[in-house]
């Protein structure tokens, strides 16, 4: 565990992204606190530039609501979406990948069809229409994400169930008389932890561009502040109020970049052998 | 001939797959098909609907009516848009050609651009241009789409004036000719590439990886000894090969660019198939929505087809049989 932390800090990037994504988990758990008021509410004249009047940091919008409050409440939903999406795509796709790794044949045959016809599919256009038919909620955009993303996982997990089968350990349980639910649960699995925390890391992130894109184009859940829909309200005003549009943008690209950052370090920490050439 | 023959048959069932899907999310969406469809054409008595309802053979039990709309399909009749007063697919066949003519130049400008960059950064790898090369990639990589066209528009079109903020071609300006094409052009230039920038941030990070892995590999020391130049050995045997996960990855990601699409033309007011489909969304015309969905599935169909094709023809290992 020591050394895990030490390789994975030694990688300039990663620690970066650990930063910064400590800062944004502060500020989605300690920022409410700080602007307990609804970040709907109108606080002052609309259009109001960034550091301006004291107390409006980033200015307000279109309707004089603030903007820091904005992206302080965004964040939480953010965070959010992307970690309770990633962990249900893993639910799905874990499933699916150590079924069809594990007990191959027609089974694998089945599950994989199954999985490459997912994978097909326009990923974003069908998030959309899953979203438009069951109505925009935090629910609906979590199910939704969760639906197209979890092909890799099933595509990793059954590559990784495939070779430890073959493994002598494994081939003991067997013959000792486990259960095969036992055996995948307790022995097989366990085994195939590190590559599905890094491609988990790099969900969170891909999750979370989903969600804002999807709030930009008018499908997020309509009682939660979130950073694509703060971009999509700023657009039509954008030649007027620039600093609507800018800061939330910009906030989604650190976080995201974090994440991404910390999925590369979590790679090479994880699997020093495939680690990323240099 | 044979592989052509079976990936045919593949796409095929696939594409029907998707129709089922299609048609049980439209059952799914909200309301009786036949009242929204009614209320969307601004009326709702009792005898209009049940005329709707026989019309779409609404009366019908589940398997025929999934008979009717893949018999619909196969047809290409995707329905009617109550709401534009169309049917389904003349909207999107007025559409493709503006989506088609945005995602392969953007297609087009993130391979060219994707495959040079990751190149130059695996020749020089750990050189400050591979370094700037690898952060700019990385950096766009977690760039939301949509927030990039916006600040290409601030920038290009409301600051410096360079280029028009939307539109296919200047409205009214009766333009005919080269003049004409090059006014799309210029429209053109700002989506084609705020799309294709996450793509060449993939590929050129892909190209990258790959190149470093290939050089390392037996047959390029073997070129190396026989003396062959440097440049040679880089272009005919590393990034030939080092090519072909780049090409699986393009093929795999036809359905990004899809959707890629959507967010750009919504914010350049592109005329495309993804402006539809914001137009659909703001409206809930669930029939126009789905019509959408089956369309853009069948382009990535066929896009995986030819990149698999492609696929064949590049790769030194695959004989192409006469």
Redesign the interface.
């Known amino acids: 565990m020591k050394t895990f932390w030490r390789n994975l800090l030694r990688n300039r990037g990663a620690a970066l992204g650990l930063v910064v994504l400590a800062v944004v988990l502060v500020v989605a758990i300690a920022g409410p606190m700080l602007f307990p008021n609804s970040p709907w509410r109108m606080v002052q004249r609309p259009f109001l530039p960034p550091m301006t009047v004291p107390g409006f940091l980033l200015g307000t919008d279109a309707l004089g609501r603030d903007v820091t409050a904005g992206l302080i409440h965004g964040a939480r939903v953010s965070l959010i979406v992307g970690l309770v999406s990633t962990l249900a795509a893993l639910a799905i796709g874990v499933p699916i990948g150590a079924m069809a790794g594990y007990f191959g044949g027609r089974a694998d045959d089945a599950l994989m069809r199954f999985t490459e016809?997912f994978?097909?599919?326009?990923?974003?256009?069908?998030a959309?229409?899953?979203v438009?038919?069951?109505?925009p909620s935090i629910y609906s955009i979590v199910g939704a994400i969760a639906i197209v993303s979890w092909p890799p996982v099933a595509r990793l997990v059954r590559g990784e169930v495939l070779s430890l089968r073959a493994q002598e350990y494994v081939q003991a349980a067997i013959v000792t008389g486990h259960g095969h639910g036992w055996i995948i649960w307790r022995e097989i699995l366990p085994n195939t932890l590190s590559p599905v925390i890094v491609l988990a890391s790099l969900m969170v992130?891909t999750a979370i561009?989903l969600e804002?894109?999807l709030s930009?184009?008018?499908?997020g859940d309509p009682n939660l502040m979130s950073w694509?829909y703060m971009?999509?309200a700023g657009?039509t005003v954008?030649?007027q109020a620039?600093w609507i549009?800018?800061f939330p943008?910009f906030a989604?690209?650190l976080t995201?970049?974090a994440l991404?950052?910390i999925g590369e370090g979590l790679n090479d920490a994880l699997n020093p052998r495939l680690a990323?050439?240099? | 001939m044979s592989f052509i023959v079976q990936r045919l048959v593949k796409m095929v069932v696939?594409l029907l797959?998707?129709v089922v899907?299609n048609f049980f999310?439209i059952r799914?969406?909200?309301g009786d098909p036949a009242l929204v469809m009614a209320g969307e054409a601004g009326a709702s008595d009792e005898i209009f609907v049940a005329q709707l309802r026989e019309r779409f053979g609404l009366d019908q039990p589940l398997p025929v009516q999934l008979a009717l709309y893949v018999k619909g399909i196969a047809t290409l009749d995707l329905g009617f848009s109550f709401r534009q007063q169309m049917p389904v697919a003349d909207l999107i066949f007025s559409r493709l050609p503006a989506t088609l003519l945005l995602t392969l130049s953007a297609f087009a400008i993130s391979l060219a651009l994707g495959v040079l960059f990751g190149s130059l950064a695996a020749r020089r790898?750990?050189s400050w241009s591979d370094t700037l090369i690898t952060v700019v990639a990385?950096?766009f990589?977690?760039?939301?789409?949509?927030?990039v066209a916006?600040?290409a528009?601030?920038v290009f079109s409301?600051t410096m004036g360079w280029l028009p903020a939307f539109g296919y071609e200047t409205v009214g300006a009766g333009l005919t000719g080269v003049a004409r094409l090059s006014d799309i052009a210029q429209h053109l230039v700002l989506p084609a590439t705020t799309l294709g920038l996450f793509f060449m941030a993939t590929y050129a990070r892909m190209t990258r990886?790959s190149m470093?892995?290939v050089s390392r590999l037996d047959f390029v020391k073997t070129a190396r000894a026989k003396g062959l130049g440097e440049g040679v050995i880089q272009r005919r045997h590393v990034l030939r090969n080092a090519l072909l996960p780049v090409v699986t990855l393009a093929g795999?990601q036809?359905?990004?660019l899809?959707?890629?699409a959507?967010?750009t033309e919504?914010?350049f007011a592109w005329p495309g198939i993804g402006r539809l489909?914001?137009e659909a969304?703001?409206q809930?015309d669930?029939n126009l929505?789905?019509g959408?969905?089956v369309v853009?599935?069948a382009m990535?169909?066929i896009f995986?087809l030819v990149t698999d094709l492609i696929y064949r023809l590049v790769d030194p290992r695959i004989e192409i049989k006469a």
């Open positions: 016809f994978q097909t599919i326009p990923s974003f256009a069908l959309i229409v899953l438009a038919i069951l109505q992130a561009l804002s894109s930009f184009l008018g499908l694509g971009v999509g657009r954008m030649r620039w549009t800018v943008g989604i690209l995201v970049l991404n950052l990323r050439e240099r | 696939v797959a998707i899907l999310l799914a969406a909200p790898a750990g990385l950096v990589y977690a760039t939301p789409l949509f927030w916006l600040m528009v601030l409301v990886a470093l892995q795999l036809a359905g990004t899809v959707g890629g959507v967010l919504t914010v489909m914001y969304l703001l809930r669930y929505l789905l959408i969905f853009s599935s990535v169909l995986n």
